[in-house]
């Protein structure tokens, strides 16, 4: 599907400027007006977590209470999963049907979140969605650097009040680090894992190395059991690597 024809209830944002040369992982803050709030935003530069929680959740995570040692300040911990699955996630597509919920309930007017690139079903593109149905196509795992935050502005310029950020870490302490200056009326987050930062170019260079035909590989999954799981859009059965 061509860029400039989204799909409905998609907007995909232009994204202003380019991320910071170096290290950055372009979480998007570096792209935005003022990209200087990524030397006070970014996780990895002088993060400060106990401030960062007493804002958020109004204390410190506290070791002694099993989870929060691992998990950070915690209200409950449910294990849960969409039975059936819903065709094209990446575990059981939990995470896309909470924000759908969000914007059917009326709780939010925009979710912000990635869908894969028209040309490289790897990539991650960001876009602001507004239609429930149109999450389905923002199912499934995306490898590289994702600018997600930058389509906060326009998010704002299009008027939304309500929001819901699909972000992994570094993106969600960015995020609640400059949250108070941008204006929305509420912000929820829906948080997903991150195992490691890389580039769309370097994951194909990856897939490259662990099978003759990366070009198939439709899942990849880096697994508790220290195995990588791929699996295949030719017929293959899935493969599993150390």
Known sequence: MP????APGFSVPVLAGAA?????????????????????????????????????????????????????????????????????????????????????????????AVRADPHDRWRPEPVIVTDPAALAQCRGMRMGYAPTLAALEPAAAAGHKRIAVIGIPCQVYALRAIEATLGFRRIYVIGTPCSDNTTTESFHAFLALLDPKPE??????????????????????AKFVP
């Open 20 to 112: 910071r040369p170096g290290l950055c992982t372009d979480c998007g803050v570096s792209r935005m007006g003022d990209g200087r709030a990524c030397g006070q935003a970014c996780q990895f530069i002088q993060p400060d977590y106990a401030s960062a929680e007493h804002r958020v959740h109004g204390r410190v995570a506290d070791p002694s209470l099993g989870d929060e040692a691992f998990f950070g300040v915690t209200l409950a911990m449910q294990r849960l999963r969409l039975d059936p699955p819903a065709d094209g996630a990446q575990w059981s597509g939990i995470t896309t049907a909470l924000a759908a919920d969000l914007l059917r309930r009326g709780k939010v007017d925009a979710v912000l």
């Open 3 to 6: 860029k400039d024809h989204p």
């Open 216 to 237: 198939t590989v439709s899942y990849l999954e880096f697994r508790a059991d220290y195995r990588v799981e791929m699996r295949f859009d030719d017929g293959r059965p």
